[in-house]
């Protein structure tokens, strides 16, 4: 029994409508005069919430105390759907929640159908990650979902006069009862600039210096197995300007200019894929990608490193699962982080990123892969255009290792790449030789 949920919140009916009701007055100020369908949905979510939250504390506490392997989910898109019907059902709380709700003079249907669609998913991809946080979390799998908080979905559909108009989807209008704020989990994420060459720790180190700067700021929703064993976390970036406004120009009567950095940085997390038919809109989608991306590998390097281990043991600690193209830049930025930061070699660094690192692949089709004009990556990702090379590079030289080229194809593909031709011993150019 001393492992019991040692908490007020039972599971009976009664203490659910008592939960209730104590939501709707002291977290919504909410009474008989004054009470909105918004304001008992939200009641409801946090009196489910409420008996989530210590089996999610417990769940991280014992996953940390154990030392074990978590997956990382990374995906652009999580098409979760309504959590409230889905938690009230892994709860194993249907019935009391109906009794409680019908005992008031309400029902779970319509409160339930308050809840918006999380704007954070469109298609098959989504939903396949949904569904893998909630399998793993069923099958007592530690995992973290890591995304993008985005404040608008792709759109919200609407028939006018026989045709389709599409409507800005603000599905965070009223606030999402189940996220947690976590003001203390921030990170820094920069773009442009510049690369130098900084000797330190008796080698040559490449330092990224760039020339603008984003917070990334997290947001946590749980994720509850079927019978609620364990609880897993869906965490979720939202992109912030760490300065929100010029002082100064905004004294100077500027007032575009004075909050033109905190748009610019909020842009990031604001609407699910936007229209890239437009340069300005690839930008902003290839910067979409690494900022999720860097914030959510510093989380992962930041949860490693307090334990004092050894790099060789971070593949032990970590599995990372990319959910299609959209996350690939993670394999260069974890070579930087390693390489730039914790000051790994080469081949030690591409180890551990080669052993910590899943795909999954959606379709071969070549308009569905991610593709970036290399002016535009060299300028918002100086550093890791410099380490696609390289891998890129080995890579070519390993398979010319497995898969030798004929003499003249050799000699060819010398040429083209600007090398002079090497003299044979009989003084002719490998040109020249028949192959």
């Given amino acids: 029994m001393k492992d019991e949920l040692k908490t007020r919140f039972g599971h009976t009916s009664e203490s659910i409508a008592q939960d209730f009701a104590e939501h709707l007055k002291y977290s919504e100020d909410a009474d008989v ?39 990382y989910y990374l995906s652009l898109e999580f098409l979760m759907g309504r959590a409230t019907t889905n938690n009230i059902i892994n709860l194993g709380i249907e019935k009391e929640v109906r009794e409680a709700l019908s005992g008031l003079g309400y029902t779970l249907e319509e409160l339930a159908d308050v809840e918006p669609d999380a704007g954070l998913g469109n298609g098959g991809l989504g939903r396949l990650a949904a569904c893998f946080l909630d399998s793993m979390a069923t099958l007592e799998i530690p995992a973290y979902g890591y995304g993008i908080r985005y404040n608008y979905g792709i759109f919200r559909q609407q028939i006018k006069n026989g045709w389709q108009a599409e409507q800005p989807d603000n599905w965070l209008r009223d606030g999402n009862p189940w996220e947690i704020h976590r003001p203390d989990v921030v990170y820094p994420v920069q773009f442009g600039g510049e690369v130098q060459v900084i000797k330190e720790h008796d080698r040559d ?8 700067l984003v ?22 970036w939202s992109a912030k300007s ?28 604001q609407v699910l894929y936007p229209n890239d038919t437009l340069y300005m809109g690839k930008e902003l989608r290839l910067k979409q990608q690494y900022f999720f991306v860097a914030c959510s590998l510093a989380d992962i390097v930041r949860r490693f490193k307090r334990q ?51 795909y999954t692949n959606h379709t071969l089709m070549p308009e569905a892969l991610e593709k970036w004009n290399l002016p535009m990556l060299q300028k918002i990702l100086p550093r890791h255009t410099q380490i696609i090379f390289e891998i890129n590079h080995r890579f070519l030289q390993s398979a010319v290792s497995y898969f030798p080229a004929p003499p003249r194809y050799a000699c060819e593909s010398q040429h083209h790449r600007g090398i002079e031709s090497q003299t044979g011993q009989d003084g002719k150019s490998c040109n020249n030789r028949k192959s």
Wanted: aromatic share 12%; proline share 3%.
């Fill in 33 to 71: 005069y004054h009470t909105t369908q918004e304001g008992r949905y939200t009641a409801l979510a946090m009196t489910i919430r409420d008996r989530i939250i210590h089996q999610w504390d417990k769940s991280r506490k014992t996953q940390r105390a154990n030392g074990v392997k978590r997956v």
């Fill in 205 to 212: 180190n490449f330092k990224w210096i760039g020339s603008e």
């Fill in 215 to 236: 917070t990334g700021v997290a947001y946590d929703t749980p994720i509850i197995g079927y019978g609620c064993k364990t609880v897993n976390t869906l965490r979720l």
């Fill in 242 to 269: 760490p300065e929100e406004f010029n002082f100064h120009e905004f004294n100077d009567g500027d007032y575009t200019e004075a909050v033109r950095s905190k748009i610019s940085a909020e842009n990031l997390s």
């Fill in 308 to 358: 004092n281990l050894d790099w060789s043991q971070f593949p032990k600690f970590a599995a990372i699962q990319l959910n299609d193209t959209h996350p690939s830049l993670a394999i260069p930025e974890m070579m930087r982080i390693l390489l730039d930061q914790e000051y790994l070699d080469w081949d030690e660094a591409w180890s551990i990123t080669h052993q910590m690192m899943g």
